[in-house]
T-cell receptor, first 114, second 109 residues
């Protein structure tokens, strides 16, 4: 059972470079999310998708973009990375958006921008 | 603004009981979640409360008082493997999850 797969698990990136973090789920969940986790702060929502073909902005969307072409994939793109985007990024999914069901998380992508 | 407060760190002894508190101020309420996160790993679901009262699940229990904007996670018979961060999250009126910064629980033998 794979659940949610993220890639890469870790990456060091030069400022100004473009980077895409990949996320794939095999649970046929409708909703998917991208969070960043920084020391001392709670998980912060970057973008979300309630169902394939739709996306929405979360709490900290600036500098990031997403797409949801199908149910399984939800890539996160940093168009021009900056050092403040150094963080651990978690992709998550849930069966329905806003329902009582839990979120399932990927193992995270640790990104360092120099 | 919306706010979730939890203690930053707690220490407890193996075999003992510990209570981790969470207070929240959010625009609306549609459920409260507790997640466990071991260092370097992904958060994993522990419990969900939407009505007042206590939900028990093995060694872990979670309590909710909506009128007080308060929840706690109770861990009994602590084991070394319970050393982790515990995250409280509230679903607001827009059905978005607001997360606390987490409580790092250190278990000592």
């Amino acid at each position: 059972i794979a659940g949610i797969t993220q890639a890469p698990t870790s990456q060091i990136l030069a400022a100004g470079r473009r980077m895409t973090l990949r996320c794939t789920q095999d649970m046929r969940h409708n909703a998917m999310y991208w969070y960043r986790q920084d020391l001392g702060l709670g998980l912060r929502l970057i973008h979300y998708s309630n169902t394939a073909g739709t996306t929405g902005k979360g709490e900290v969307p600036d500098g990031y973009s997403v797409s949801r072409a199908n149910t399984d994939d939800f890539p996160l793109t940093l168009a021009s990375a900056v050092p403040s985007q150094t963080s651990v990024y978690f992709c998550a999914s849930s069966e329905l958006a806003g329902g009582p069901g839990e979120l399932f998380f990927g193992e995270g992508s640790r990104l360092t921008v120099l | 603004g919306q706010n979730i407060d939890q203690p930053t760190e707690m220490t407890a002894t193996e075999g003992a009981i510990v209570q981790i508190n969470c207070t929240y101020q959010t625009s609306g309420f549609n459920g409260l979640f507790w997640y466990q996160q071991h260092a370097g790993e992904a958060p994993t679901f522990l419990s969900y409360n939407v009505l007042d009262g206590l939900e028990e699940k093995g060694r872990f229990s979670s309590f909710l008082s909506r009128s007080k904007g308060y929840s706690y996670l109770l861990l009994k018979e602590l084991q070394m493997k319970d050393s982790a961060s515990y995250l409280c999250a509230v679903r607001d009126s827009n059905y978005q999850l607001i997360w606390g910064a987490g409580t790092k629980l250190i278990i000592k033998p």
